[in-house]
């Protein structure tokens, strides 16, 4: 599921985020702090669902709903505002539902539940494991990486639930010589070769690169850990103290999930 997250405020856009992670994991994740940035995002991407504020600088939320709907017919937009005169015009432009901040928990996932257009996805699926040891799938056969590195980066990109990450932060994370020249243009050899592997296998979506960001289409991925962090009955017994064991950078989630 890809979702667009606009507000010129950081904090407010990362608030969002986690809240999202809490009642809906799994998603992937497109932000923008204004008018023209949001536009951009969702001439670029498919975009599922967009949580808009309403008072931004310039053009408001009111004018881009206008806009994306435009664009993408079937977008579900949530408005997210801190004022409630705001709410008839809000629903006269159809939107799927009207948020106030601070933005709850449980009137989140309402919103999530009754999506004004249902959601389908045509992509194809892989299925993670990633406890016990960290396994990918599709179509019933393992992925066949050319480099483990490759496997491993995808590794990391799943703990991340599709934020995106920096070429320092996975170098740092996951290979020697992160800051040096020789250790970037080892990085760089790894992504080429992963992207030839995955598109070999009709799985080019499944990693998304932008300039000096790397991230993993959640809306591809069904993953026993996604499913655990959801509260979902059936998952509720799969975790059993181990999480990805070939990689010790995965040990600090562990921990996490422990205290979860």
Known sequence: MNILITDDEKIMREDLKDALDRVSPGGTYFFAQNYDEAVKVTEDNEIDIAFLDINMPGKSGLDLTKTLKK???????????????????ALKLFVSGYLTKPV???????????????????????????????????????????????????????????????????CANLFEDSDTKKGYEYFKK?????????????????????????????????CDYYHYLAGKEEHADTYRGEFMNQYSWAEVYIYALENY
């Open 71 to 89: 664009l993408r017919p079937d977008i579900n937009i949530i408005m997210v505002t801190a004022y409630n005169e705001y709410a008839l015009p």
């Open 104 to 170: 709850l928990d449980d009137e989140l996932k309402e919103a999530l539940d009754n999506l004004r257009v249902p959601i389908k996805s045509d992509r194809e699926v892989v299925s993670v494991t990633c406890f016990g040891n960290f396994e990918i799938y599709h179509n019933g056969k393992p992925i066949s990486f050319s480099r483990q590195k490759g496997k491993e980066l995808i590794a990391y990109l799943v703990c991340l639930k599709g934020t995106s990450a920096s070429r320092a932060e996975i």
């Open 190 to 222: 790894i992504v080429q070769s992963l992207k030839k592997d995955l598109e070999k296998q009709g799985l080019k979506e499944l990693f998304v690169h932008g300039h000096n960001s790397y991230a993993i289409n959640t809306s591809m991925v069904d």
